[in-house]
């Protein structure tokens, strides 16, 4: 709830795989994006929320085919802590 919280528009969750790493919540991501701005706004705003942290960006790919809506895919990994 709370990563969808912070999606602007033109960004969304394709996948999220969570794993308890001692205390904390470790977040392997896979987000979707329309747009380069839309991809620096949800990285702007995952980055500024409180509830996600050490977030590293694993991959970017943009998809050969022009048919998908999507043109910047994201994988990322972050800590998610309850606040």
Do not use: F
């Given at each position: 709830m709370?990563?969808?919280r912070i999606l602007p528009e033109g960004a969304r969750?394709?996948?999220?795989?969570?794993?308890l790493v001692g205390d904390t919540v470790q977040l392997r991501v896979?987000?979707?994006?329309?747009?380069?701005?839309?991809k620096l706004k949800f990285l702007k705003a995952l980055e500024s929320s409180g509830e996600f942290s050490h977030i590293?960006?694993?991959?970017?790919?943009?998809?050969?085919?022009p048919e998908q809506t999507d043109r910047v895919m994201l994988e990322l990994q972050a800590q998610y802590t309850v606040i």
């Open positions: 709370d990563m969808e969750v394709v996948s999220i795989e969570p794993k896979l987000v979707g994006a329309t747009t380069d701005e839309s590293e960006l694993l991959s970017e790919t943009r998809p050969a085919r």
